[in-house]
């Protein structure tokens, strides 16, 4: 099996996949990084979301071959219990989960947005969540979170 390198977490990692492999299942399985969830396996839920090169991008359909030499960041780049992303705050101020198994890859399309948008308008916060699927229907609660972050992250 050829060996992709690329960026993960800030750190350089080189594994043994195959090219079709997807991202998400190196992640999850020989990487041991589980932030992105499976959901649909198709593209269409979100829950795998990592960010590539900054961008949100669901790994369930990217096959390794595409992965190389790129900049991976995975729910666990965020942030970290001691030291929370803004947006992990947020979504905990605003309590904007219930069973949180779309959290990770809202996250991730959160912070992309406001990597690029660092004072989104709702309505940019809900287009940038558009493609993220939330089966507890707490949509209207992250978008607020997002919303209280941008603004907590203008003024720190
Ligand atoms: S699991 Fe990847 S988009 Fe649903
Ligand atoms: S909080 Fe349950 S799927 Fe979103």
Same mark, same amino acid.
């Given at each position: 099996? %050829?060996?992709? *390198?690329?960026?993960? #977490?800030?750190?350089?990692?080189?594994?043994? $996949?195959? %090219?079709?492999?997807?991202?998400?299942?190196?992640?999850?399985?020989?990487?041991?990084?589980?932030?992105? /969830?499976?959901?649909?396996?198709?593209?269409? =839920?979100?829950?795998?979301?990592? @960010?590539?090169?900054?961008?949100? @991008?669901?790994? =369930?359909? @990217? %096959? !390794?071959?595409?992965?190389?030499?790129?900049?991976?960041?995975?729910?666990?780049?965020?942030?970290?219990?001691?030291?929370? /992303?803004?947006? *992990?705050? $947020?979504?905990?101020?605003? *309590?904007? @989960?219930? =069973?949180?198994? &779309?959290?990770?890859?809202?996250?991730?399309?959160?912070?992309?947005?406001? #990597?690029? #948008?660092?004072?989104?308008?709702? $309505?940019?916060?809900?287009?940038?969540?558009?493609? #993220?699927? &939330?089966?507890?229907?707490? /949509?209207?609660?992250?978008?607020? $979170?997002?919303?209280?972050?941008?603004?907590? !992250?203008?003024?720190?």
């Amino acid at each position: 099996m %050829p060996t992709v *390198q690329f960026q993960l #977490n800030g750190a350089t990692v080189a594994v043994d $996949a195959d %090219p079709d492999q997807t991202l998400l299942d190196v992640l999850r399985g020989p990487l041991g990084i589980t932030g992105a /969830h499976f959901g649909c396996g198709a593209g269409q =839920c979100g829950a795998c979301c990592v @960010m590539v090169d900054g961008r949100a @991008m669901t790994s =369930c359909d @990217m %096959p !390794m071959w595409s992965v190389a030499d790129r900049d991976v960041v995975t729910l666990e780049g965020l942030g970290t219990a001691e030291q929370p /992303h803004p947006l *992990q705050r $947020a979504f905990i101020s605003e *309590q904007a @989960m219930q =069973c949180g198994y &779309c959290v990770p890859g809202i996250l991730i399309s959160a912070a992309a947005l406001l #990597n690029d #948008n660092p004072s989104p308008t709702e $309505a940019e916060v809900r287009a940038a969540l558009d493609r #993220n699927l &939330c089966r507890c229907g707490s /949509h209207n609660r992250m978008v607020r $979170a997002v919303l209280r972050a941008a603004s907590e !992250m203008a003024t720190s």
